[in-house]
């Protein structure tokens, strides 16, 4: 059975049909790519999948570990395992990287959990990222650069632990160096046994160390073309042109 099965998904947003039937099923443990040119809908696949209400499901289904989630909450989903990583990450005033994400593990496990545990684990995900450790006594994201922002996502990915995580345009803005950072951080998360990505990305740049199973093209609206990891390989050379023009 599948972690995640969409089926026929279309979805509008202020009454302008984005998707038109998507259809796509990941497994559990499995790294898939969405790719494809600016304004394909890559984005409104992650939202419709999270329940962001501005995106409305005008058709098709979503089951997630078997349960019909097409109607749930964005909150309710989180809870079932479900995680999101933005393009443009919101400030949070008056709440802590810390006190954040500590809080988020309490809604999701609905159980409390020791701090000096809570502690060394932040401190040892921020090393991995190369997060000045610092930044955990910071309110979530004020005053970060770009980078600041991505690492602060991707440790939330690692702390919470989802059995599904959505990266949106993860390598947006970051810089070489930045980057290969953020792309350990999600090599980490791969580790995780049975954790699966969906990476929605236009380039290959956070995809180079990283294992990919399946790769998805989104034209339009619509997967117009499926394949393993070596698809990212010739998208990266050829670039989208071939998927447009069919």
């Known amino acids: ?43 409104t696949l992650g939202n419709a999948l999270m329940g962001n209400p501005a995106y409305k499901i005008t058709g098709g289904s979503i089951y997630f570990n078997g349960l019909d989630i097409k109607d749930e909450s964005p909150d309710k989903r989180a809870k079932a395992g479900m995680f999101m990583s933005f393009q443009n990450p919101l400030e949070v005033p008056g709440i802590t990287v810390s006190s954040f994400i ?54 939330q990915l690692l702390m919470l632990k989802p059995k599904f995580a959505i990266l949106d345009e993860t390598d947006s803005g970051l810089d070489v160096d930045a980057v290969r950072t953020v792309s350990a951080g999600i090599e980490e998360y791969q580790k995780q046994e049975d954790g699966a990505l969906l990476i929605i990305t236009h380039s290959a740049k956070i995809l180079e160390s990283l294992h990919v199973d399946y790769t998805h093209v989104l034209v339009k609206g619509e997967i117009v073309a499926d394949g393993d990891g070596s698809l990212v390989d010739e998208i990266n050379q050829n670039g989208f042109e071939k998927y447009i023009s069919e």
């Open 1 to 43: 059975m599948s972690l995640l099965e969409i089926k026929d998904l279309s979805v509008s947003v202020e009454d302008n049909e984005i998707l038109k039937g998507v259809n796509l099923n990941i497994g559990k443990g499995e790294t898939h790519v969405l790719m494809g040119p600016n304004g394909a809908g890559k984005s």
């Open 102 to 155: 500590r809080n988020a593990i309490m809604q999701k496990t609905g159980e409390k959990i020791k701090f000096s545990e809570f502690r060394k684990d932040l401190l040892r995900n921020m090393e991995l990222l190369d997060f000045d450790a610092s930044y955990k006594d910071r309110d979530l994201n004020v005053g970060f650069s770009g980078g600041e922002k991505k690492k602060a996502e991707i440790l």
